[in-house]
């Protein structure tokens, strides 16, 4: 956060920037590599409250076809039924049901995350990594670790780990 910008200036609506945002992810595949991706459409709003961070939310809605890997006979993998099943769940969401504020720039955002669609909550640790004189544009560096089978997710046995690493790194965009 630049020294010019307080916490309370903060407050205030704001939108994903989808081009400054990189939602992604990474899992353990044939016991020795990892696959790492990406989601290249997504939405999403916050409302923060910089004087009372527990009265902040966000939603996020990801459109699950737009996976990348980079492979893309992975990538038609992961969108098939045996994972993401995107033609008869074509999102993922995320909607906040709590924040707390841990520290200056550290936060827990615990929400209803729904993956094929099965909605389960999930706790994603965030730090504040800059904003704006003003607060205008804000970024966040987050991430938390899921069990893939816990979302129907189970496709792969032990050629695909159960534990996914989400990866955010997000910037938004006050709302006028």
């Known amino acids: 956060m630049t020294s010019t910008t307080t916490l309370s200036e903060l407050t205030g609506d704001y939108v994903i920037d989808s081009a400054r945002t990189r939602i992604g992810f990474v899992a ?3 016991m020795v590599s990892k696959v790492r991706g990406r989601f290249d459409d997504f939405e999403g709003a916050a409302q923060l409250d910089g004087e ?3 009265r902040s939310g966000v939603r996020v809605t990801i459109r699950a076809g737009s996976v990348r890997t980079g492979k ?3 990538d038609d993998h992961l969108r098939g039924a045996d994972f993401l099943d995107a033609d008869r769940h074509p999102t993922i969401t995320f909607t906040s049901t709590e924040v707390e504020r841990l520290d200056a720039a550290h936060f827990r955002v615990t929400g209803d995350l729904t993956v094929h ?3 389960r909550p999930v706790t994603v640790d965030f730090e504040l990594t800059g ?5 205008r544009k804000v970024g966040f560096r987050g991430g938390a670790v899921i069990s893939r089978k816990q979302w129907g997710v189970s496709w792969g046995g032990l050629v695909i780990g159960d534990k996914v690493a989400l990866e955010f790194d997000v910037a938004v965009i006050r709302r006028p």
């Not at 904003?131 to 607060?135: H, I, L, N, P, Y």
């Open 52 to 54: 009372d961070p527990s």
């Open 117 to 119: 669609g099965v909605t």
């Open 28 to 30: 353990r595949a044939a």
């Open 131 to 135: 904003a704006d004189r003003g607060g």
């Open 72 to 74: 893309r006979k992975c």
